[in-house]
């Protein structure tokens, strides 16, 4: 069993940053993947950035690529989700997910465990 507890959102201005923290229960290295999804009000929840945090691999919708950093803190079990220039587009629920046996990717809502979410608003 895995559980996952997100931080660090907030309301910022447009161009602002956040950094957001999701805690992983038991030893992160264990978990396939471990991924950041969002959900406006009004929209589908989307994949936003994702880390296997063995192999140091990422992977980041376009939308967020230049703007947005996944890394991992494995002392802390630790996914981090660094966020600039951030836009009023970028306002939703985020939620952090993690798998332990296959990696259900960015595309996929397929996922074994989820957060409870943190929100994060932009403002104008």
């Known amino acids: 069993q895995v559980q996952l507890v997100e931080s660090g959102g907030g309301s910022v201005q447009t161009g602002g940053s956040l950094r957001l923290s999701c805690v992983v229960s038991g030893d992160i290295f264990s978990s396939r993947c471990v991924a950041w999804f969002r959900e406006a009000p009004g929209q589908e929840r989307e994949g936003v950035a994702m880390i296997a945090p063995g192999l140091g691999f990422t992977q980041y919708v376009d939308s967020v690529k230049g703007r947005f950093n996944i890394s991992q803190d494995r002392a802390k079990n630790t996914v981090h989700l660094h966020m600039s220039h951030l836009k009023t587009d970028d306002t939703a629920m985020y939620y952090c997910?993690?798998?332990?046996?296959?990696?259900?990717?960015?595309?996929?809502?397929?996922?074994?465990?989820w957060g409870q979410g943190t929100q994060v608003t932009v403002s104008a």
């Open positions: 997910a993690a798998d332990l046996k296959k990696c259900g990717g960015l595309s996929s809502l397929a996922h074994e465990y």
